[in-house]
């Protein structure tokens, strides 16, 4: 017997899918639907204040505290906790999002935590030395819950949403293409990483200027990615009116409907529906692509805290290693060697997306499953239109 037709089941199963662009009408229950990204930011900046509280405020004290063995682990731990924890937070969060959208119910839940974001957080910001009166923070705060809705209106918080999730899920392919690929960047870069001209560029420029250059990098990445993905996908849409097999939306809402829709059917793709497939395609290669970035600079940090001493620092940069801050936490690595790391993990990123396209192995493990999904989401999608089409005649 055929199933019922659910339509917000229909609609967030593409949500979740990262294809809000194929969804007709407005979203609705955007307050719930930013709920995980307030989630996200309030657990931050509370581990942000547990830093800030801990290095005491001023470099000397904080070098002093440094001294202590169960201190330096303890900090170190909380450095982690700053990578791993907001983003398990929203994770969780999400979950239960999923559930409330299709209940229509969680408005009054996602009020409350815009509330706790907007006028609570930034007294609890206070607590840290050096922060702004919460008089100051509570319009910031403001602006961020309206460009959440803003964002959430336009999809993008599903679109991130499965583009990370997609990351994690590849994260087999990413670490055998890793495997390889590491290495024989290493060979490179670790002559590099001995030359004394890299330390002086880098103790000679401020980390504003350094942002800007690591910019660059991403933005000639960016569009490397864009030219690629958008052949992809172009590829992919020219052979669309093939029969997709009827087990491919085996347990999604279309299932009772599949292989009703008839080719003559079929409504050609917007342009605002392909930018989201590349947006999808993009998205779920950077993060692949900033994992692999972080692991090198992850490596350097490490490598050059361990192999040189605070003299040949000092040789190579021609000046005595400063305390490093990155993204104004301080940080137990001279200032220097991290500007060097987050140069070298720069010139990585954009090293790696070019590598993934000569690398054959690498495309069969990624695009085969991401043509797969968005081969899916098309048949779907024609679905969809069909029984919209119906209910509204």
């Given at each position: 017997?055929?199933?019922?037709?659910?339509?917000?089941?229909?609609?967030?199963?593409?949500?979740?899918?990262?294809?809000?662009?194929?969804?007709?009408?407005?979203?609705?229950?955007?307050?719930?639907?930013?709920?995980?990204?307030?989630?996200?930011?309030?657990?931050?900046?509370?581990?942000?204040?547990?830093?800030?509280?801990?290095?005491?405020?001023?470099?000397?004290?904080?070098?002093?505290?440094?001294?202590?063995?169960?201190?330096?682990?303890?900090?170190?731990?909380?450095?982690?906790?700053?990578?791993?924890?907001?983003?398990?937070?929203?994770?969780?969060?999400?979950?239960?999002?999923?559930?409330?959208?299709?209940?229509?119910?969680?408005?009054?839940?996602?009020?409350?935590?815009?509330?706790?974001?907007?006028?609570?957080?930034?007294?609890?910001?206070?607590?840290?030395?050096?922060?702004?009166?919460?008089?100051?923070?509570?319009?910031?705060?403001?602006?961020?819950?309206?460009?959440?809705?803003?964002?959430?209106?336009?999809?993008?918080?599903?679109?991130?949403?499965?583009?990370?999730?997609?990351?994690?899920?590849?994260?087999?392919?990413?670490?055998?293409?890793?495997?390889?690929?590491?290495?024989?960047?290493?060979?490179?870069?670790?002559?590099?990483?001995?030359?004394?001209?890299?330390?002086?560029?880098?103790?000679?420029?401020?980390?504003?200027?350094?942002?800007?250059?690591?910019?660059?990098?991403?933005?000639?990445?960016?569009?490397?990615?864009?030219?690629?993905?958008?052949?992809?996908?172009?590829?992919?849409?020219a052979v669309r009116n093939a029969?997709?097999?009827?087990?491919?939306?085996?347990?999604?809402?279309?299932?009772?409907?599949?292989?009703?829709?008839?080719?003559?059917?079929?409504?050609?793709?917007?342009?605002?529906?392909?930018?989201?497939?590349?947006?999808?395609?993009?998205?779920?290669?950077?993060?692949?692509?900033?994992?692999?970035?972080?692991?090198?600079?992850?490596?350097?940090?490490?490598?050059?805290?361990?192999?040189?001493?605070?003299?040949?620092?000092?040789?190579?940069?021609?000046?005595?290693?400063?305390?490093?801050?990155?993204?104004?936490?301080?940080?137990?690595?001279?200032?220097?060697?991290?500007?060097?790391?987050?140069?070298?993990?720069?010139?990585?990123?954009?090293?790696?997306?070019?590598?993934?396209?000569?690398?054959?192995?690498?495309?069969?493990?990624?695009?085969?499953?991401?043509?797969?999904?968005?081969?899916?989401?098309?048949?779907?999608?024609?679905?969809?239109?069909?029984?919209?089409?119906?209910?509204?005649?």
């Amino acid at each position: 017997m055929s199933e019922r037709y659910d339509r917000d089941a229909a609609e967030q199963w593409f949500r979740r899918r990262g294809l809000p662009a194929l969804v007709k009408g407005r979203p609705r229950s955007l307050p719930v639907r930013i709920v995980p990204a307030l989630a996200f930011a309030a657990v931050w900046e509370l581990l942000v204040i547990a830093l800030d509280v801990l290095d005491g405020g001023s470099e000397a004290e904080f070098e002093r505290r440094l001294e202590n063995d169960l201190f330096l682990l303890g900090y170190y731990g909380l450095l982690l906790s700053l990578i791993v924890v907001p983003a398990l937070t929203a994770w969780l969060v999400t979950k239960w999002v999923r559930r409330a959208v299709l209940a229509h119910r969680g408005t009054v839940v996602a009020a409350i935590s815009a509330a706790l974001f907007v006028f609570v957080m930034p007294i609890a910001l206070r607590l840290a030395p050096d922060r702004d009166s919460p008089a100051l923070m509570v319009p910031v705060h403001a602006v961020v819950v309206a460009l959440l809705l803003g964002i959430a209106f336009l999809g993008g918080g599903s679109i991130v949403g499965w583009s990370a999730r997609s990351a994690v899920r590849q994260a087999k392919s990413l670490g055998e293409l890793t495997s390889r690929a590491l290495p024989l960047f290493l060979l490179f870069t670790l002559f590099g990483f001995f030359t004394a001209e890299i330390w002086q560029f880098a103790a000679s420029i401020e980390r504003r200027r350094m942002w800007w250059v690591v910019a660059l990098f991403v933005v000639v990445a960016v569009l490397f990615m864009l030219t690629m993905l958008s052949e992809e996908v172009r590829r992919l849409t020219a052979v669309r009116n093939a029969r997709v097999a009827l087990d491919k939306l085996e347990g999604t809402p279309f299932r009772s409907y599949a292989g009703t829709v008839a080719d003559t059917d079929r409504v050609p793709l917007s342009k605002v529906e392909r930018a989201n497939m590349v947006l999808v395609l993009v998205l779920t290669q950077a993060f692949q692509t900033l994992v692999f970035a972080t692991l090198t600079f992850v490596f350097f940090v490490t490598f050059g805290k361990i192999a040189l001493k605070d003299e040949v620092i000092k040789a190579y940069a021609t000046s005595g290693p400063t305390p490093g801050t990155l993204f104004g936490i301080q940080i137990p690595v001279p200032n220097e060697l991290l500007q060097v790391s987050l140069f070298i993990a720069a010139f990585s990123a954009l090293y790696f997306t070019s590598s993934t396209v000569t690398d054959e192995k690498y495309r069969v493990a990624f695009f085969d499953p991401l043509t797969d999904h968005l081969a899916v989401s098309l048949a779907a999608r024609d679905v969809y239109r069909a029984r919209l089409a119906a209910t509204t005649t």
